[in-house]
């Protein structure tokens, strides 16, 4: 049973352009939830989705960043006109049922912004 | 406001002596409480984990203490290894809050270096 993938596992984007990240979630998981990790940090919540909604934006900049989960498909992470501030770790977790049991974490994708 | 937070930066622990990890949490509201293992460029992995309803957890080589009123939480690594080198997190979720949809709140983290 494959864990939880994400792709690219390292992105380097200039100054302007569009990040994508992706995300599979465990095979039957259908709950997804993205973390940013700057250096020397803890990972900060972003937003959690299940197939086709998002739930909780909370921790989403207001600008410039979007997530997607539709029916068929990775989850995606995407992030418009980067700048160098958004560079940092981001990690997908999927869980079974969305509260309360545990979340899997996926290896990360490391943005660069330069 | 809401914050996870380790006592200690870095933990520096002789191979085969036990590790103390130290998290204190200011939400009084949460209920559910998880240690993450990070190794350098991985991803978080699931250390184990223990609810408000409990005060104490065993797992393989590890125990979780959860100390509710003074808020917090502590990860004992028995006969540490080097394997066990990384980053060790806290996090904390209040499971039975209205409206709560899973996110996890992390610490800061504290690194555990084991000398051999």
């Known amino acids: 049973n494959a864990g939880v993938m994400q792709n690219p596992r390292h992105l380097v984007r200039r100054r302007g352009q569009e990040a994508r990240l992706r995300c599979s979630p465990m095979?039957?998981?259908?709950?997804v939830y993205w973390y940013r990790q700057l250096p020397e940090e803890g990972l900060k919540f972003m937003v959690y989705l299940q197939k086709e909604n998002i739930i909780d934006e909370s921790g989403m900049p207001k600008e410039r960043f979007s997530a997607e989960f539709p029916k068929e498909g990775p989850s995606i992470l995407r992030i418009q006109q980067v700048v160098r501030g958004d560079s940092a770790a981001y990690f997908c977790?999927?869980?079974?049922?969305?509260?309360?049991?545990?979340?899997?974490f996926g290896p990360g994708t490391r943005l660069t912004v330069t | 406001g809401e914050s996870v937070g380790l006592h200690l930066p870095t933990l520096s622990v002789q191979e085969g002596d036990n590790s103390i990890i130290n998290c204190a949490y200011s939400?009084?509201?949460?209920?559910?409480f998880i240690w993450y293992k990070q190794e350098s460029g991985k991803g978080p992995q699931f250390i184990i984990d223990i609810r408000s309803n409990m005060d104490k957890r065993q797992g393989q080589r590890v125990t979780v203490l959860l100390n509710k009123t003074v808020k917090h939480l502590s990860l004992q690594i028995a006969a540490t290894q080097p394997g066990d080198s990384a980053v060790y997190f806290c996090a904390e979720n209040a499971l039975q809050i209205s409206g709560n949809t899973g996110k996890l709140i992390f610490g800061q983290g504290t690194t555990l270096q084991v000398k051999p």
């Open positions: 939400n009084s509201a949460s209920d559910y």
């Open positions: 095979k039957g998981h259908s709950h």
């Open positions: 977790a999927s869980s079974l049922t969305g509260t309360g049991d545990e979340q899997y």
